[in-house]
């Protein structure tokens, strides 16, 4: 029926919905309640001093198995004196965005230090690496076109595609097939532009590579563009440590990296073709309109970057002890997955109390690791990580408190 004029000013008989009253009863709020009642809340927990192979938690020391600080470079004395140099030199932050008065020589120097490092011809730094998925995606993906992501992929690839006017598409994890398939069917629509394929170079929950040469060979036949977002490989693998990239010898179209993992600050970059990074630069919105990263976060990312890529030790460490890891724990007999050339080393369990359960008990045997439920994952799982820094005596001390846990002795 139409409505008329008169009609559609007569008030509602329902008055609107307090926009508060999801936050009473959504079911993520009571299962964290309950979880924080129980003792048994893995989130938002206070860490006291800095994070290195071992941390103190409630005055207690312990291991660190739930870091990303692969290289073990946020205690470097080098990256230290970088960020205080930087302060002292810039102060303390810039007060505006990229494209007003927040460019130093400092971002333009590591730019290109960045686009070096990944061989590409551009690179653009972005005060947090997930706002350069955000902005990158969202601005390079029209309306007729499509983000075509791994379902395992990160979140800001996602909200990059939600964020912007494009379609998004999701193929199975790790499934060239599936990618074809997914390829296939948005470009034989007859109003369909173009498709940016979006992966991970190692995915950050279970740490396994994704088939790049595979898909990359898929993009070319349908003649998608590919981003590589290699967040959790630059540093850990790689001549140099330039990521999976490197690794495998593809040239996909646009290269993600983070300064939160390897480079031990808080940063992201995106590197491609300069046509590109030149677009963004007027039209991304989370590079517009966000204050510019601070000086002291850029210049401990840049020194960072500069030890990784000349260190080449620290890439052959944390991946042995990731090995050692990994091997411990599944002697023990734990769930951990396919050996994969990461820093990540997943442990599954069948629940999510579960989950909760095994993090409170390690942490009550010296061990911090981190637990990871629905929907962030598909399946539980303690998502463990190692670091250039631990020890073998550090990862010794770990799996005996995995052993206690799984003896059930005290």
């Known amino acids: 029926m139409t409505l008329t004029p008169d009609t559609e000013q007569v008030p509602s008989a329902t008055p609107p919905r307090d926009v508060f009253a999801k936050v009473v009863d959504d079911e993520r709020v009571v299962q964290f309640r309950t979880a924080e009642t129980l003792g048994m809340l893995p989130f938002y927990r ?20 739930g870091s990303n600080n692969y290289l073990g470079l946020t205690t470097d004395p080098r990256v230290r004196a970088a960020a205080v140099a930087a302060v002292e030199r810039y102060g303390t932050g810039v007060t505006g965005s990229r494209l007003m008065n927040g460019t130093l020589d400092l971002h333009r120097a590591f730019e290109e230090e960045l686009a070096d490092w990944v061989a590409m011809e ?50 199975r994890h790790n499934r060239p097939n599936s990618l074809r398939r997914t390829l296939k069917a948005w470009l034989d629509q007859p109003e369909a ?22 898909i990359a060979g898929l993009s070319r036949e349908f003649g998608a563009r590919l981003l590589v977002d290699e967040a959790h490989a630059l540093g850990v693998v790689g001549p140099h440590g330039a990521g999976t990239v490197a690794a495998t010898g593809i040239s996909p179209d646009l290269v993600m990296g983070t300064f939160s993992k390897s480079l031990a600050s808080c940063g992201g970059f995106i590197a491609g073709p300069r046509s590109v990074i030149d677009y963004l630069k007027v ?28 260190e080449d030790w620290r890439r052959e460490v944390v991946l042995a002890r990731a090995s050692q890891l990994r091997q411990g724990l599944a002697d023990l007999g734990y769930s951990v997955g396919d050996s994969v050339a990461s820093a990540i080393v997943p442990i599954h369990v069948d629940d999510i109390w579960q989950a909760g359960e095994l993090w409170k008990k390690l942490l009550e045997r010296g061990v911090y690791t981190n637990c990871a439920v629905p929907p962030a994952v598909t399946r539980p799982l303690l998502r ?22 799984r003896s059930g002795s005290a």
Not at 48 to 58: D, K, L
Not at 283 to 310: D, M, Y
Not at 386 to 401: C, F, K
């Open 46 to 65: 206070e860490l006291e001093g800095e994070i290195g192979p071992r941390v103190t938690f409630a005055g207690r020391q312990m291991v660190m198995l």
């Open 283 to 310: 039209t991304c919105r989370p590079l517009l309109f966000t204050a510019s990263g601070v000086p002291a976060a850029v210049a401990a990312a840049r020194e960072a970057a500069k030890i990784a890529r000349q």
């Open 122 to 171: 551009s690179a653009l730094v972005f005060t947090t690496g997930y706002a350069a998925n955000l902005g990158l995606i969202s601005s390079v993906v029209g309306p007729a076109d499509a983000l075509v992501v791994d379902a395992a992929g990160h979140a800001s690839m996602v909200d990059g595609a939600r964020f912007g006017e494009g379609a998004l598409r999701a193929f």
């Open 384 to 405: 463990t990580s190692v670091m250039a820094t631990h020890s073998e005596a550090d990862i010794d001390a770990a799996l005996s408190g995995f052993e206690a846990v």
């Open 193 to 214: 532009g173009g498709a940016l394929v979006a992966v991970d170079g190692i995915y950050s929950m279970e740490g396994d590579w994704a088939p790049l040469e595979e």
